[in-house]
Structure formats: C-alpha cells, structure tokens
C-alpha cells in the first residue's frame, strides 16, 4: 500500500504531439514559473515564511524569479551548468546566489548541511548519468523536514510506446525521448530511485494529456488481454510525473 495518493494536475491539455516535435530549441520565451512545483510549497508555508530554496538545473530561473518576487523572505540559490542561462538569471535577479557549474561533480557543494527547505530538480534528474548519486549527495544539505520537489519524464506515456511498436524512439529536442536525457523513468522506476537514495515520497502528481481515441482503444484491448501490466495501464496518459519527497525517517 502506498503512504501516497497520486493526482492528476492537468487535464484536457491536447494530445501529446507536440512533445514529438524533433527540431525544437529552448528560447528564453519558452520557460515560465513551474506552477506545478511551485503548488507544493504554497501548501506548505505562506509567501512571507522564511525559507532557503535551490533549484538545480534552473534555466533561465523563471522558477527562482517568481518565488524572488512573491517570497520576500526566502533565500534563493542556483546551480546551472549553462552559462548563458546562470549569467541571464545573475543579471535578471541579483538577489539569487546562482553557481554555474555541473551538479554531478558534487565534491565542490560548499552548502552547510541541513540548509534548505526544498531542492528542486525539475526535469534535470533523467539528463544526469548518476541521479541516484546526485539525490544521495543532496539529502545531507536538507533540513529534516525538507522536501526534494521533482519532475521526471514518464516513457510509459502511450506515445513513447506507440512509436516503440512502430520500430523507433523518435528522438527529439523538447520531448519524453529527448536527445539530452542519460536516464528513462517510468512510475516503479521512479518509486524505486528515491527509496533507494533514502527518501520517502508523500506526494505524487501527473501531468497528463488525453489518449487518442484509436490507442485508447489498442492498450484497452492488450491490457485486458495482460499484455501490459497494470501499472503500466494507469499512467500511459502521464507525460510527467511532479514527486514532493523528504528524508526517510
């Protein structure tokens, strides 16, 4: 029994073609504030608590930038490994303390531990060649109520396997098969990466988008002929799972 229930953020977005868009590149234009993410601290805390946050892999900080503006009392820090994005976020918001350097090279972290009240990695881990190393490096610099808000790419998603059933991966710039990501998550994959790393997740959510109607009906028909399992079945609508995780007690 999970300690969990999973919730779906959005519904009705569209199909999922557009995440199969293979000549794309990310503008400025394109990043907005992660409301997905951003939900999970509303919850837990007002704009005027004090709080400590870092977003890894922040982009251009549109994240970082809308916390800067609505949280007066938080302290804000970054780590980019592109430099044009940490410069643009250093200039855009000088009140961030942003880093630019690679996240995976961990022994120059010169955070105090037990610092922050949440750590971000939002759509970052699966571009990393050792997440699991990556999340255990990162729970000592947690507060003990501290929470590790993520997203993750789901390649269940019927699209992913429909073309997987047409011979290919489709290899994009924007999409679940993106030509940057080192790592494939589906759900169970992803219950076991924070276990493992020491970490127990609370909150689940999914971003979906609909099925068509004529794949709908194929994964209807292999699931119940057991062709594919049922948690597979559940999610072939999540493009992207949003997890809010803290440190195993």
């Known amino acids: 029994m999970l300690g969990f229930e999973i919730k779906i ?55 970082l930038e809308f916390l800067n503006q609505r949280c007066p009392n938080t302290h804000l820090h970054a780590i980019e490994i592109d430099k044009t994005m940490s410069e643009y976020l250093e200039e855009s918001c000088p009140d961030i303390c942003v880093i630019n350097r690679d996240i995976e090279e961990a022994e120059w972290l010169s955070y105090k531990e037990n610092s922050f009240d949440y750590i971000i990695l939002a759509d970052v881990l699966e571009h990393m060649a050792q997440p699991w190393t990556v999340l255990r490096n990162l729970k000592k610099y947690l507060k003990d109520d501290g929470k590790i808000l993520a997203s993750i790419p789901n390649v269940g998603n019927y699209m992913v396997l429909t073309n997987m059933f047409k011979g290919y991966f489709a290899y994009g710039s924007k999409d679940i098969i993106n030509k940057g990501h080192l790592r494939f998550f589906m759900y169970e994959d992803i219950l076991q990466l924070f276990t493992a790393c020491g970490y127990e997740i609370v909150e689940m959510l999914k971003n979906v988008s609909p099925i068509l109607p004529q794949f709908e009906k194929m994964f209807k028909k292999m699931f119940e002929d057991k062709m594919i399992a049922q948690n597979v079945y559940d999610f072939l609508d999540c493009y992207q799972f949003v997890i809010k995780a803290g440190k195993t007690k």
Do not use: N
């Open 9 to 63: 953020l959005e519904k009705d977005t569209g199909d999922c073609r557009w995440m199969f868009e293979s000549d794309w590149d990310y503008k400025l234009k394109d990043f907005q504030p992660r409301a997905d993410i951003i939900q999970f601290i509303e919850v837990e805390h007002k704009f005027d608590d004090e709080m400590t946050i870092l977003e890894i892999g922040c982009g251009y900080g549109k994240t």
